[in-house]
């Protein structure tokens, strides 16, 4: 089936658009004439072609606000009993300027071909990860689609809000940092000249900071382009060797550092216990939710230590156990664990884990940027302080000679 877009005049006059899957432009015609409909133009949507979907999601990336609203959107009409391949139509027609738009209308002519909702949305791995698509399967093996949905939407919410915090920590320290560089840059290859050539034509000896100061002026204004060259080369290197043959070692780098490696950490396990909560809670088995929950960690040593922590767990081992024999989760995680298989209740405790750590991810990046945005300044501070004594104690020198 293909996707069409028409216009058509009803009954009363009033041109209506819209979009309609059916086996040919005639049929879609038919189906129109069959609502009492005119049609006065019909095309092949461009939005819905199946074969260009993923290549069309590739080329314009979908926005993931986007995903996470027909999550929402396919949750609300799921639970209020409405046919899986209707919320797929009635969820595409909200996404008209989206690439999404046809992706879903790909997914309902394959569900309406037979296939499962989980299988149509695996057909564009470039939109639905595998983590969203193994919670659709899970909630329709447990019957619990649409709460399933709900659920993953409000997960999605929640890491979204997350990635904006540690964007918003992340942008003001590197902005002021760019600022130090640049103030730095300019006081050295414009001021510090100029100033170094009213000395030189007096002949005095200058200070050894003075001295240092024009040094280092000198150095970057004959070598600047090809420092700028070097630490680009650098960063494309260091680049290629994190995200390749160097990813566990830089990853298990992050995790030692003193702040940071803790924030990291429990961010990562707050991601890992959300998403198994819900796993569990709709039914999907422990193993299993280990095993999918793993997609969501960036961090490769964490993601290769639940892998171990899973082939303990399918060999009898408790997941708690599991978890504490890696050693990178936190102990809170494995003792709420703990508590949830003696109660058992594990999923309930997974969340609760998520949520407290969430809440110290939320603290702890409040205080780091506390003390590293003065830090900052600081530094800034200090570098134009310095520059400025390198001007300014010859002039001292000066005066003080002359009397």
Known sequence: MEAFDYAAIDSAGTRRTGTLMAESARAARDQLRARRLTPVEMRASRQGKAKDSDEAAGKSRIKRAHITRAARQLSILISAATPVE????????QFERSRLRGVLLDARSRVMEGARLSEALAGHPKVFDPLFTAVTAAGETSGQL????ERRADDMEASDAIRRKVLG??????????????????????VVPKVAE?????????????????????FLKANGLFLLIGLAVLYAAFHVWRRGPGRAAWDGFKLRLPVLGRIIRNLEAARFSRTIAGLIDAGTPALSAMETARHTLSNSVMNAAVGDAAARVREGTAI??????????????????????????TGTMFAKSADYLEGEFEAATGVFLSLLEPLIIILLGGIVLLIAAAIFLPILQLNTLSF
């Not at 978890?323 to 709420?336: D, S």
Request: net charge negative.
């Open 198 to 218: 009213q000395f030189t034509v007096l002949g005095e000896e200058l200070p050894a900071l003075t001295r240092a100061t024009i040094a280092a002026s000198d």
């Open 320 to 345: 708690s156990a599991a978890l504490k024999a890696t050693g990178v989760f936190p102990p809170l995680v494995v003792q709420m664990v703990l508590g949830g298989e003696r109660a058992g209740d």
């Open 169 to 190: 920590a992340v942008v003001y320290p590197v902005l002021l940092m760019v600022v130090a560089l640049i103030v730095t840059v300019i006081l050295l290859t414009l």
């Open 86 to 93: 209707e919320a797929l139509r009635i969820t595409a027609l």
């Open 146 to 149: 649409g709460p399933v949905l």
